[in-house]
């Protein structure tokens, strides 16, 4: 089946630890996304990629840092530099920028 | 002005009513418009499109308003499971633009 997949599900750090997100995508899309939604709050774009190699800062990318050494993977990296990391964050891809994106299930970040 | 804004109701129906939200956009050479749905705790899904002329897929339907630069969608008779928030997505034409999403409308659906 086509999807997108993001690990683990729920994740707990301690502050001032670095933490990696995955998100890995089966569908042969160019375009890539991260994003961060807090309670009751909308999608807030933290970094996106629109082809292999290359990758542009978002609205919140303080914090945080992407690669995308090949076309199905997308990680995100919380860094200790993020205040204020807890949230839950949700990864994305797209056959280009202004296409409907399909998501992942989500990956809720806890730091203790 | 926000790019994109809709009414963060909630919006609180009984099941069988008719609802309709808008979302308002500012960029006037917007292309692409998408309403996609949330629901509580969950990664958001893509409900429809929305054309020009208009579309409709069963009790939704999603409209256009170029001149006055907003989308609508129309869902009749409510059903307890349209319990959810719908998020309106819009973007200019073209692979290097990105879409932009509305912070979304909470509908609640009670018997």
């Known amino acids: 089946d086509g999807g997108i997949t993001q690990s683990p599900k729920y994740l707990f750090r301690k502050e001032g630890q670095n933490v990696t997100l995955s998100c890995e995508q089966n569908?042969?899309?160019?375009?890539m996304y991260w994003y961060r939604q807090d309670p009751g709050q909308g999608l807030r774009l933290i970094y996106y990629?629109?082809?292999?190699?290359?990758?542009q800062k978002g609205d919140i990318a303080e914090g945080y840092s992407v690669s995308r050494e090949k076309k199905e993977s997308f990680p995100l990296t919380v860094t200790s530099a993020q205040k204020n990391p807890t949230a839950f964050y949700l990864c994305?891809?797209?056959?280009?920028?202004?296409?409907?994106?399909?998501f992942g299930p989500g990956t809720r970040l806890t730091v203790l | 002005r926000k790019e994109v804004e809709q009414d963060p109701g909630p919006f609180n129906v009984p099941e069988g009513a008719t609802v309709a939200f808008n979302c308002t956009y500012s960029n006037s050479a917007s292309q692409s418009f998408f309403w996609y749905r949330q629901d509580c705790r969950k990664e958001p899904k893509l409900l429809m499109s929305v054309y020009s002329s208009g579309n409709e897929d069963g009790r939704f339907t999603a409209q256009l308003n170029r001149a006055s630069q907003y989308i609508s969608l129309l869902i009749r008779d409510s059903k307890l499971s349209d319990s959810a928030t719908y998020l309106c997505v819009v973007s200019l034409s073209g692979g290097s633009y990105i879409p932009t999403f509305g912070r979304g409308t909470s509908l609640i659906v009670h018997p």
């Open positions: 569908l042969n899309h160019d375009a």
């Open positions: 994305a891809s797209s056959i280009q920028g202004a296409a409907e994106q399909f």
């Open positions: 990629s629109q082809i292999v190699n290359d990758f």
